[in-house]
């Protein structure tokens, strides 16, 4: 059963830049808000899900999800993740990008983060904190922005699907299994997973992998047990696909920032 949480802030900020952090528990949710101001949200581990009207957004620790203001959301998490979220006031927002997009993180934005939890500092009060805010929002701005990286959807032909892969990316069930699973064609689903998610059925697919192979690497899993987890032969498999999607290596990746579009 999902555990609500309360939003922290509903009608004025206690800073209009501010800092907080909180680890979730497994299946908690935030329930469906907006706010007058912008947010940055960050898992430190685990994987954070924001769910926007017509879009669905997952985050492992190689990204960061942006919202302007006034953007309605809910975020959720299927598993424990720990997470934090920078709040702007509209006056700091003008660099950032004006619709909700995912952010790739770079080792320094990922380095002050951390540093604003383990000091935690909510806000700047001296010239030297205002100096590592500044810093802050000065990367976020420099930040690449992409789409979702993995797009999910409500379609009503496509959501059980996507939701049972989330849940064992290690099946590995076809195209045409799933389709006569859902009582389809093989044909439909694949048109229908072009037109809600903009990806072929198997590159979803491929790209769920890498976010849960991505969390995993953040927790200090060995390639070898995550090979095993996501349904793969061997790890030499794994690393292959990792690879091809990512153009680096799971050991590569490990700690640092990852770029894909």
Known sequence: MAKQLQVPFTSKLPHPVYFRSASLPAAATYPQHRHPWGEFVYAFS???????AGSHYLAPPQYGIWLPPDVEHRGMNRFEASHCSLYLAAEWCRGLPRTACAMAVSPLVKSLLEHLRTQALAHPRTSAERRVFRVLIDQLTLAPAHG???????????EPALTALEQH???ERSLAEWAQALHTTERTLERRCQQQLGLSFSE????L????????????????????DLGYSS????IAMFRRMTGTTPDKVRGHGLVAS
């Open 204 to 207: 979803w697919r491929q790209r």
């Open 148 to 158: 979702s990286y993995l797009p999910m959807s409500d379609d009503p032909l496509l």
């Open 46 to 52: 685990g994987v954070m899900e924001l769910k926007l």
């Open 169 to 171: 990316p290690e099946d």
């Open 235 to 238: 790890a030499s498999a794994f």
């Open 209 to 228: 992998r890498v976010v849960k192979a991505l969390a995993m690497l953040e927790q200090g899993h060995t390639v070898e047990a995550i090979a095993l």
